[in-house]
Structures are given as structure tokens and as C-alpha cells.
């Protein structure tokens, strides 16, 4: 890789929500990395849709996800895709951590 390929930055861990945080691990204009960390049962991630496609992977930690009109509990080594403009949401069973990638990058998490 060039320097011109690769850019370190960090990233603010952000809050999201009661016992929910976000941090952008790694960014580039086609593509965005993106640990959630959930540090409580009960903890949500509310429901909610974007335009961008959507990779999750457990990366600890067990969760129930709405994913449209399905629900699913997923656990750690569990992964899945959403398409653009799917709603989806989350409910924290065990603590632990999801790894969300999207294409295009998620302009409002900068």
C-alpha cells in the first residue's frame, strides 16, 4: 500500500445511546469500518434505515435484530448483509461488540 492508499486516523468512540457506543475504525470514501460496542443487556439499537448496504458481523456478544419484517438472534462468529433502505434494529441479550461495514461510507458518522 501507497501512502496515498491507506489513511490512519482516529476515531472519537461516540456515544449512541444508553449503554451503546460507536467508533469509525477505518474510512475511505467507498467503504467504512465501524465498531459498535454494546455494554449492557436491554441496550438498543434502534430501528432505522439508510442508503448505504450494510455488512454486520458479531464480533461478541449476542443480539436479536429486527431485519425488515424477520427477527433474528445472531451471536459472536455470526455475520449478515442488509441492502439499502432495509430497516433493521437491535436488542442486546449479551454484551459484546458488532463490526458494521457500509459502501459508501456513512458521511454522517464523520
Known sequence: MTGRDAVMTEFQVVPTAPGVS????????????VAFRFGASGAIGAL????????????SGRFRFTLGSEEREVGAGDSFVLPSGQTHGCVCLVPGVLIDTFTPRREDFL
Open 22 to 33: 460507536r467508533q469509525v475504525l477505518s474510512d475511505h470514501a467507498q467503504l467504512m469500518v
Open 48 to 59: 432505522h434505515s439508510h442508503p448505504h448496504v450494510q455488512a454486520t458481523y458479531v464480533e
